[in-house]
């Protein structure tokens, strides 16, 4: 069992900034890949980024390029997704996910691949 939790959502005005934390229970937090994913409502679940354990890869949606950064600090057991220029478009509830088999596809995308998610933080973009 491996505990995820978000924290740092709440509601910004476009073009604001936000740093979501995804704080995990376990001790083996560097052996996994971690991903961030979305959900708006009346959509399907987003994949937002991911990132290896070794941190040496990073992948992202083509919404958020330029714009998100995903790092983590396996020391504090930690994963965060940094949100600049913020846009309405962005609101959504924020998730955080852990991958043990790390085959690669979790972190370019594939939902599926995670093990683990978190409950979940809001994100509020106001124009």
């Known amino acids: 069992q491996v505990q995820l939790v978000e924290s740092g959502g709440g509601l910004v005005q476009a073009g604001g900034s936000l740093r979501l934390s995804c704080a995990a229970s376990?001790?083996?937090?560097?052996?996994?890949?971690m991903g961030w994913f979305r959900q708006a409502p009346g959509k399907e679940r987003e994949f937002v980024a991911g990132?290896?354990?070794?941190?040496?890869?990073?992948y992202y949606a083509d919404s958020v390029k330029g714009r998100f950064t995903i790092s983590r600090d396996n020391a504090k057991n930690t994963v965060y997704l940094q949100m600049n220029s913020l846009k309405p478009e962005d609101t959504a509830v924020y998730y955080c996910a852990a991958d043990a088999a790390r085959t690669g596809r979790g972190i370019r995308g594939a939902a599926n691949e995670y093990d683990y998610w978190g409950q979940g933080t809001q994100v509020t973009v106001s124009s």
């Open positions: 376990t001790r083996t937090f560097s052996s996994y890949d």
């Open positions: 990132i290896s354990w070794t941190a040496r890869s990073t």
